[in-house]
């Protein structure tokens, strides 16, 4: 129960720090999903129809607050969740490096579907763009390292 | 039934799911006029923090205008003084223009244009997502904000309304990819449609080979849109490629307003609301 609040919550506020401060802070600056870090934390740590709902949850909210087609991010998502749950068949996700290692590509991954529902690939090189998602997914798995590193110790381990 | 669910719980919640995403993804695809109830919601409950957060930041940025960062103000306040002597010179030839505009207009039997009416808004957040353009304004329909209305600013077109809460409202910048204004080239009168590039550019496509438009060509609305009126500014035009062989020289414009920068916008009424 711990689990899911501070997981819905943590989105919820991510999206809220997408949606505002990032953005007066830094006018210059892309937004980065951050969210996403949570719907992968979903996926890390078992298969429960709760990771499904909250996938679904933060895609549509983030959709609202964005101009992307409705039901592209909550189809990410779910898709994201998807493809960790079939390597957790495989690898233990429950380590922090195989947590980062397979939340890269599956953020550049999420960002290229992104770039590519947004259309700009038909005014700007695909190379500086692909470049700028792959930074992009970088920037953002750096920054789950703490948050990782938080809920593995903090909030994940007694509920074992 | 229960343990039937119960056994295929987990199958039912991702069918669920994926269902719900389906079917919104299907719908955004057809245009509809209302914003539906669940997106409503969502930005009804992020409005307030969202409110308050820019409120937050705006006051700490204007303490920091007010009280600390005071450098030039002294060069500043002169060049005021010296472009204000300015208008208020080209102000007295304005009215006079504007009264014998009314007299021709009543010797012609044209109709007056009606003052338009407009409120003012404040951006309270920007796109979520970093890939598309698009900002949060904290007035909604109970202000009288409906979809598909215009939002300007004093130096021209800023996008228009695509969703509608209760007190708050998503605007679609021009420079998104989405976006398309009806537009024309003020000093040829070429007329194209101007669409956002994903970046803080526009690119006014359908400008014929045979039309002339040159780098610094104000770009205005043309009216025939049925969401912006005619004339508003939309920006310059920065970059034109010609044709040669095509149909259409390739046309850059630069909006007249720093659309990242964006604080404050007036949302046009459609008159007697």
């Known amino acids: ?160 | 039934m229960y343990s039937l669910f119960k056994k295929y719980q987990g199958f039912i919640v991702i069918s669920f799911c994926v269902g719900c995403a389906l079917i919104s993804y299907s719908s955004s695809l057809k245009a509809t006029s209302d914003t539906s109830l669940a997106t409503r919601t969502v930005l009804n409950v992020y409005e307030p923090p969202l409110r308050a957060f820019s409120f937050l930041l705006s006051e700490a940025r204007s303490c920091w205008d007010r009280y600390i960062s005071l450098v030039r103000v002294q060069e500043e306040n002169q060049e005021l003084r010296q472009s204000l002597a300015l208008l208020q010179e080209q102000t007295v030839g304005k009215a006079e223009l504007a009264l014998e505009n009314a007299r021709l207009r009543n010797l012609l039997l044209l109709k007056q244009q009606s003052p338009a009416e407009f409120i003012s808004a404040e951006i309270i957040g920007r796109d979520a997502v970093g890939w598309f353009n698009t900002v949060l304004i904290n007035k909604g329909s109970n202000d009288a904000i409906r979809k598909n209305q215009a939002v300007i600013t004093h130096q021209g077109v800023v996008g228009r309304c695509i969703e509608v809460a209760d007190s708050t409202s998503k605007v679609l910048l021009i420079t998104d990819i989405n976006s398309s204004v009806d537009a024309l080239v003020q000093r040829t009168r070429s007329r194209g449609v101007l669409q956002g590039k994903g970046s803080s550019l526009c690119e006014l496509t359908f400008i014929s080979s045979a039309d002339d438009v040159a780098q610094g060509d104000l770009v205005v609305t043309t009216g025939l849109c049925g969401v912006f009126p005619k004339g508003l500014a939309i920006g310059t035009v920065t970059t034109v490629e010609k044709a040669g062989l095509g149909l259409f020289h390739y046309v850059e414009v630069q909006p007249g307003i720093n659309l990242n920068k964006l604080e404050e916008v007036s949302i046009l009424l459609p008159h007697g609301s």
């Open chain 1, 1 to 160: 129960m711990k689990h899911a609040f501070f997981l819905l919550f943590t989105g919820l506020l991510l999206i809220l720090f997408q949606a505002l401060p990032w953005n007066f802070l830094f006018p210059e600056m892309a937004t980065l999903n951050l969210s996403f870090i949570i719907v992968a934390m979903a996926g890390f740590h078992g298969n429960s129809p709760g990771s499904w709902l909250l996938a679904y949850l933060l895609g549509y909210v983030l959709e609202s607050l964005s101009g992307s087609p409705r039901g592209l991010i909550s189809l990410t998502n779910l898709l994201a969740l998807v493809i960790i749950r079939a390597l957790a068949g495989f690898i233990l996700l429950e380590r922090m490096l195989s947590q980062v290692l397979t939340l890269f590509p599956l953020c550049a991954a999420a960002e290229m579907v992104l770039l590519a529902a947004s259309g700009v690939t038909a005014h700007h090189s695909l190379n500086a763009l692909m470049a700028g998602a792959l930074l992009h997914s970088g920037i953002i798995t750096l920054l789950s390292i703490p948050l990782l590193h938080y809920y593995n110790k903090t909030v994940r381990v007694p509920e074992r």
